[in-house]
Every structure is written in structure tokens, then in C-alpha cells.
């Protein structure tokens, strides 16, 4: 079946530092990846789209990777500041099925002063 | 600052009671979804909708219905709750600017539902 897997640890940084995610898939071949950020009792906020044939995406202190052949993406979060703290989750669209995503579990990212 | 709105944001309720989540959005959107999460869990697609009339189940099954008459609302209807039921609700909405298949997803704030 159809898999994202985020990990699953809680991740704690001390402020400055950058923080890294990982979203990697199974049985998919998706056209683009999305990552966004929820704070708690909150809707999901959209942060970046990568697609597939784009390896790097860069929107400020944010940085996404894309590797199709390793079936994953890396979320970076550069110079991280206690109000990064959040949960960050990936989400995959299934190749020309509109717009329907498919989300990960998320990752909870707490950034210590 | 995203233009959906989803009321209640919070709902305890008895077991049996019918209840509706409203969603709204004023950004002309099309596409509509409803997504179910539990805590510390993913999103799950239980409903959407690609224009007016049109509604679909998603992955997740879920007895709640929903409908589509206004482009802007999209309400999801529980004829008679149950605790299992208990979960929150996020609605979103696409415009797909990039193209098919590649709009963000815009959210509501979510609407938390507890069945006792």
C-alpha cells in the first residue's frame, strides 16, 4: 500500500541551529511534494511545493529537497528560532488525481533557546 | 491569511444527536476537502468535492455525508454522532493555479469533535 513515513521522534534543536526533516515514501510516484506546518489545535499551513523534477526548493530560511530515486525529501529549517516550534508535515499528491494529498504523520520540532 | 472559515471550532455532543460542521471559503476555489485527524496521527481525505454537485469519498471511511450546492460551502453532516466519531475535522479548499494536480491546500481552523 501507499506509504509516507516522517520521523516519528520528537525533534529538539537549540535555537540557531538548523533542523533537518525526513519524509520518505513507498508505491508512489508523485508529481510534486508539499510540506507544511501545524501548531497545535490548528489547521496545516503551506509552506513549500517541490516537483519531481526539481531536486532544490529555497523560500527564505527554508530549504526542500526532492529525490525521486531515493524516494524521499529533506526539509531544512536554517537558523531556527523557538518560533519554529511546530509539527511539519509532508504530503504527496498521487499523480494526476486533482489535488487529492496524501499526508504524513508529521514531525513535532522544538527549537530550546 | 487564508479565507476559510469552519465553525464550530469546538462541539460536545451526545451520542445520537445529528450535528453539521459548516466550511466556507471566499477565495472562489473550486476543489474542496474534508480531512480527519486524531492526534499526533496524519490527515486522512474522508470527502471532497470538485465543484458544485459534485462530491466524492476519499480514502478514509466515514458515515458523515456532505454536500456541495454554493461553490463557497461545504458542509459535512452526521446524522447521529457516536464517540466514535470523536476526532477533528479540517476543511480545506484548491485553487490548482499551478496547474492540474498542483495547488496548495488552504485550511480552516479545524473543528473539534467530541461525542460522549
Known amino acids: 500500500s501507499q506509504k509516507i513515513e516522517q520521523n516519528s521522534e520528537a525533534l529538539n534543536i537549540q535555537e540557531g541551529k538548523t533542523a533537518t526533516l525526513t519524509c520518505n515514501y513507498t508505491?508512489?510516484?508523485?508529481?510534486?511534494l508539499q510540506w507544511y506546518r501545524q501548531d497545535p489545535g490548528r489547521g496545516p499551513v503551506f509552506l513549500l511545493l517541490i516537483r519531481e523534477n526539481e531536486k532544490e526548493k529555497r523560500k527564505e530560511r527554508l530549504k526542500v529537497t526532492f529525490d525521486t530515486t531515493l524516494k524521499q525529501s529533506l526539509f531544512h529549517i536554517t537558523a531556527s528560532q523557538p518560533a519554529d516550534s511546530a509539527t511539519y508535515l509532508c504530503a504527496l499528491d498521487r499523480g494526476n488525481q486533482g489535488g487529492k494529498l496524501i499526508f504524513g504523520q508529521g514531525t513535532e520540532l522544538s527549537v530550546k533557546p | 491569511e487564508a479565507d476559510i472559515y469552519q465553525t464550530p471550532r469546538y462541539l460536545v455532543i451526545g451520542t445520537g444527536k445529528k450535528i453539521t460542521l459548516e466550511c466556507s471559503q471566499t477565495?472562489?476555489?473550486?476543489?474542496m476537502y474534508w480531512y480527519q485527524q486524531d492526534p499526533g496521527m496524519e490527515l486522512h481525505l474522508i470527502h471532497y468535492s470538485y465543484g458544485v454537485n459534485s462530491t466524492e469519498k476519499g480514502d478514509l471511511s466515514s458515515e458523515s455525508t456532505v454536500s456541495r450546492i454554493r461553490t463557497e460551502h461545504f458542509p459535512l453532516t452526521l446524522e447521529s454522532a457516536r464517540p466514535s466519531h470523536t476526532s477533528q475535522y479540517l476543511c480545506?479548499?484548491?485553487?490548482?493555479?499551478?496547474?492540474?494536480?498542483?495547488?496548495?491546500?488552504?485550511f480552516g481552523e479545524g473543528s473539534r469533535l467530541t461525542v460522549l
Open positions: 480545506a479548499s484548491s485553487g490548482l493555479a499551478g496547474g492540474p494536480g498542483t495547488g496548495e491546500l488552504f
Open positions: 508505491n508512489y510516484s508523485p508529481a510534486y
Open positions: 477565495m472562489g476555489h473550486d476543489k
